[in-house]
């Protein structure tokens, strides 16, 4: 069920060191497996410590009653040639239980904000396709223009299986 946030208890800051174990905890229990294989794969200490090393004032918890209960975590791309600076939100998450009481909003907007201050144009997020809500939530920030990749893999623990020959 969720739990109704009273907006003026939820403050919006820059990550610190140390929010860092409380966020990527927070992670784990957002990006199973089973909510989604390759946010799971890819979510690790090092994509919190990377982007908080490279973009500290892109990188936002959500605190209530001091303990973090969300964060976003973004960079920014600026493409050789072109006057586009580009955003990328890579990662945001509020705590089960108190989604939907908008604090997802209240970080996308300060991420935003943050963004525009350094001339980005652009922003750019990515999801799994089967992401209900965090397409809903992307779509109600704006976001729109969905176009679709493919995600691979290839598991490189298992025997190659030898490719038939067309010769034969
Ligand atoms: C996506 C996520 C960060 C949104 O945060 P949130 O605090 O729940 O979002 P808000 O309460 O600010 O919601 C804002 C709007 O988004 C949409 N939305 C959010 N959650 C939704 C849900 N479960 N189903 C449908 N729409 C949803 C709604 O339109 C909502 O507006 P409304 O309340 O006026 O209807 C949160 O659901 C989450 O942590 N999801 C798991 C992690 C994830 O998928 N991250 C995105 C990829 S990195």
Same mark, same amino acid.
């Given at each position: ?7 003026? @208890? @939820? ?5 610190? %060191? ?6 990527? #905890? @927070? ?7 089973? /909510? ?15 982007? /908080? ?6 990188? @936002? $918890? ?6 973090? !209960?969300? /964060? &976003? ?16 939100? $890579? ?13 997802? #909003?209240?970080?996308? &907007? ?5 963004? $525009?201050?350094?001339? !980005?144009?652009?922003?750019? %997020? ?8 965090? %397409?809903?939530? /992307? ?9 679709? #990749? !493919? ?18």
């Amino acid at each position: 069920m969720t739990k109704i946030i009273e907006e003026e @208890l @939820l403050e919006i800051r820059e990550l610190t %060191i140390d929010d860092l174990a409380a966020v990527f #905890h @927070l992670g784990e229990r957002l990006f199973t497996s089973d /909510f989604s294989p390759s946010m799971y794969r890819t979510w690790d200490e090092y994509e919190i410590t990377t982007l /908080f090393n490279s973009d500290n004032e892109l990188c @936002l $918890v959500a605190e209530l009653d001091g303990e973090i !209960v969300g /964060f &976003a975590l973004g960079t920014t791309v600026d493409k050789v040639n072109s006057a586009w600076k580009y955003g990328y939100l $890579v990662w945001i998450g509020v705590r089960p239980g108190l989604q939907k009481g908008g604090a997802g #909003h209240k970080l996308f &907007a300060e991420l935003r904000k943050r963004m $525009v201050e350094q001339g !980005v144009r652009m922003i750019v %997020i990515d999801t799994d396709a089967d992401n209900e809500a965090g %397409i809903n939530f /992307f779509k109600k920030q704006g976001f729109g223009n969905i176009q679709k #990749h !493919v995600y691979m893999t290839l598991n490189l623990s298992r025997p190659r299986q030898r490719r038939k020959s067309s010769r034969s």
